[in-house]
């Protein structure tokens, strides 16, 4: 199956051919797209209208524990130690 092509060498965009093309293009995005929303998991941390996240709520404080932890944890001595030995 050739699709034609026009003077300026694009696809013939009248052509039965081009029209299944763009068909089974569509199709699959549409099915790629429905794939990887399936997969995905929602994050239940509610957002400011900035889009950071809210720290007022039970999941924002939290994270924001976890966050400190791995900054405190960051500068520690064994991990300067790393990375003066690096």
């Known amino acids: ?43 239940t941390l509610k957002k400011t209208k900035t889009g950071k996240v809210d720290k007022r709520t039970k999941e924002g404080k939290a994270a924001c524990e976890r966050l400190a932890k791995a900054r405190k944890a960051k500068n520690s001595l064994a991990n300067r130690l790393k990375r003066l030995f690096r």
């Open 1 to 43: 199956m050739a699709v034609k092509t026009t003077a300026s060498g694009k696809m013939d965009k009248r052509t039965k051919e081009y029209k299944e093309l763009k068909d089974r293009l569509a199709k699959a995005r549409a099915a790629k797209s429905g794939a990887k929303k399936s997969t995905s998991t929602q994050s």
